[in-house]
Structure formats: structure tokens, C-alpha cells
């Protein structure tokens, strides 16, 4: 928990320093020999009625968005660790040096560098320590757009990490309605039999597998009611996904629960955005469905036609994401009228065999739209990779069957997933997410991860639609790009 408060007022509190810094030399206890002020480096000092923790923020110089969250995080960890109830920080340092970002990165290490993910008895049993934070008074804007963020990459990675016989397509729908309502977001949902009826072919095929029903979840935000821009975040919402009939091997059986953390990173920024009351419109549509064999299941080599009326040869049923993101990416087009679209999701394990689970992929065939996106990254400090494509792979998912097929070639994955989704955005500016390899960690790579989820793209897509809806003022509401 963090609480807003106006000095220094428990016993125990952060004391920072940076590399090599004269003031560790000032406590004359002769620290400089245990302790270097590293970035993550935390020593724990029992003082006369008091306790400091000397953390090392690392060199000046390198200091960024993500640096920031890595220090705040071993720090809020070691506390959480050594069970100190109570703890106060002072946010100046990084105000200072990084504005509004610090702050904001400061709120989000403190608050995922001691969280804490179980079930059952476990849950109850989690410590967590109370972090009492200075912040500038000019910078207060930030901490609460701080608390908004951190309230959302923590819903996210509770969902991901929730196990599959706990959160069914509708079970996720109930928690994705009680978070949206609380933030003022206008909530939608469309059930299996109104996606039959809506000869919504991909998405019930795949969620048809399963005894628990699939639907489509509609989010609407209007924050700018002057323009006629409707920005589309469509993320996949797999609660189970088992590959179907191409059933996934044993060895990936473990994270099948986790194929839905587009759908919960686009919650938990579209409710991060209305809790700020951003000038955008956003619309987000969200497919949930799970992924299973049975008797009414997909089988390699059928043929559906989607909501947007494209047939699609089905070669592998594991390849199930990018069916149900296309018949939400059509409904959203056809029927809520957006005019940018974003599809993100843990499409491919091929993106993670390329970049690893520090780096995602992206695709865009809009630079400007694209820009907006590469302005987002400094504030939210991820890190994603442009795929470039041309015809060469386009033809890869041409099928001599139907107008698409769902997988291409033995190579190139994920750019041919990307294009499969493409084929259904009808002209409008279009940016993909392929985020599989960032969504969860078996071992964490920084001090703000725990194993798990990541809450991957949160901060992301929500400092994205800052920079639209910076630029819909820049441009006097018209939102010229």
C-alpha cells in the first residue's frame, strides 16, 4: 500500500545514493568497503532509533524511467523481506532529475517491487509493507497518475496469473465489468448465442470447443467528445488455450492460462486513461473465449467465414488468437466506427524465440500512427522491436481455398501472424502488439517482475493514448497526425 504524505514521518526510511557518492562516506561507518550504491543495491542500516535502507541508484548519467523502477522495486522487495510494516520515501531525487516520469516510475517499483501473487491460504498470508511517500507538491498529478497505472498493471497481472478453472471467458467478463465501471468505463457484452446469430464464425468456433461460452467485450471511453477519432485496442482474451486439436506439447501446457493478457493489459489501460480523464476516444473489443477439443471443435483444414465475410482456411487450431481477434477487429470497424486500430496479443512463441522476454514485437503500415507509439516508450520504459514485411510475406498466408489461411510458412511467425490480422483492418492505420514473450517470466529480469505475469504493455498503451490525445489538443481537436 502507498499513502500520500507531507514529510518524512516513520522510523524506518529509503536513503539513496548514487555510485561511488561521497555520501556513503558521510555515515562513518566505514560503508564504502560493503556497499558501492550499484543500481538494486540495498543495505539495511539499524541506526539509533532507526532503520535506513541505503539504496544504490547506480550512475547519475544512466539514470531513465526503467532505472528508476528497477531501484524503488529491490528497495519495496528487501522491505517486504525483512517485514518492515512501514516505510517512508522521498520521491524528490527522481523528480528532479526525470519530472513527472520519476514520480510516476517511483509509485510503480514501490508498488510491483513487493507484489505478491497466490492462491487460497497463501494469499492471506502475504506481507506487504506500507510505503509512506514524499512527493513535490508540483508533481502531485503524477503520483496519482502513478497510482492509477500501478492499480492496472496489478488487475492485469491478477488476471493472468488467476488459474484457468478460476477465470472461464465469463468469469473474466464479470472482472473486466466491475474494473471498468469503477473507472466510469462503459462496458458491453456480447454472449455466444448473439455471436451466432452475428455469424461471428471465428470467434465461436473457437470458444464453441469449450462447455464455457465465449463472448466479445465492447469498452467504451469518449473523453473527447469533439473528435470524430476512435482509437481500437482490440486484445486477445484466451482464458485456456490447449492448441486444440493441435495440441500444444506437455513442456507448454503450464501457461495456457495466460493467453489473455492483451485483453487485461487493454482493460487496465483503457480504465488508467478514464481514471485521467484523458481527451481520447477509445473503443476496445475484447474476444474471450477458451481453447479446447471436443466434438463441435475446429479441425485442421476447415473453412469459416468470419464476421467481416473473408473466408479462412484453419490449417492449425493452435493458431486460434489471431481467429478470434479478427472477427473483433471487424466488429469494431464495422460497428463502433473506429479509425485507428491496435491489436495486441501472446500471439506467437516465435516473437519470444527472436527477442526474448524482454523485447516485443510490433508491426505497423502507418508511420504516424506508428509515432505515437515510439513516443509512449521513454514514459513507460518497455522496449519493442518494428518488424518490417513486404508482399513476399503477404503471399505467405494466401490460401488456394479460402481468401486467408491462418498460418504461414515454417518461418517468419510472427510477421505472418501480424499480416493474418492486417487482411481484416480495412484500410484503417493498424498496429500490432505480439507481446508472448514479455507477458509472463519464469525468471524475472528485473527487480519489479516477479514470477508470474508482468503486466506487460499497461503503461504502454496508456502513454499512448496520452500522446493522442496530446496531439488532438496540438491540433485544435482534429487529431492530424
Known sequence: MLVLTEKRNQPCYLDFAWKGDAHIRGYRLGLEKLFEGRCREVLPLPLAGQTVLLTGCGSEEELDVLRVKEILAAAAAKCCELRIPACSVDVSPFAERLGADGVTAAVLGLGLGGYPYAWGKKREEAFACEFHVVVPEKYRLAWEEGQSLLQGVRFARDMVNTPGNHLRPMDFEREITRYAREAGVETETLVYGQLRAMKMNALAGIGGSSEYP????????????????????????????????????????????????????????????????????????????????????????????????????????????????????????????????????????????????TIAGSMSDDDAFYSLLERALPHSGERYLRLPYGPEHEKMIDSDVADVKNIGADFCGTITAGLFLHRFCEGRPWIHLDIAGTAWCGSPTYAFESKGATGAAVTTLYYMMKEAAALSERSGGGDKF
Open 214 to 357: 465465449p463472448c466479445l467485450m465492447i469498452l467504451r471511453y469518449r473523453g473527447n467528445p469533439q473528435s470524430s477519432e476512435i482509437y481500437g485496442l482490440i486484445g486477445k482474451g484466451i482464458t485456456c488455450d490447449t492448441g486444440g486439436y493441435c495440441l500444444k506439447a506437455a513442456s507448454s501446457m503450464g501457461g495456457i492460462k495466460g493467453d489473455m493478457a492483451g485483453a487485461a493489459a487493454v482493460c487496465a489501460a483503457v480504465c488508467a486513461a478514464a481514471r485521467q480523464k484523458l481527451k481520447v476516444n477509445i473503443t476496445a473489443c475484447l474476444p474471450l473465449a477458451e481453447n479446447r477439443i471436443s466434438q463441435s471443435a475446429l479441425l485442421p483444414g476447415d473453412v469459416i467465414t468470419g464476421y467481416s465475410g473473408k473466408t479462412i482456411e484453419v490449417l492449425n487450431t493452435d493458431a486460434e488468437g489471431r481467429l478470434v481477434l479478427s472477427d473483433a477487429i471487424s466488429y469494431g470497424i464495422r460497428q463502433e466506427g473506429i479509425t485507428r486500430l491496435l491489436d495486441i496479443a501472446t500471439l506467437t512463441g516465435a516473437v519470444a524465440n527472436m527477442l526474448g522476454n
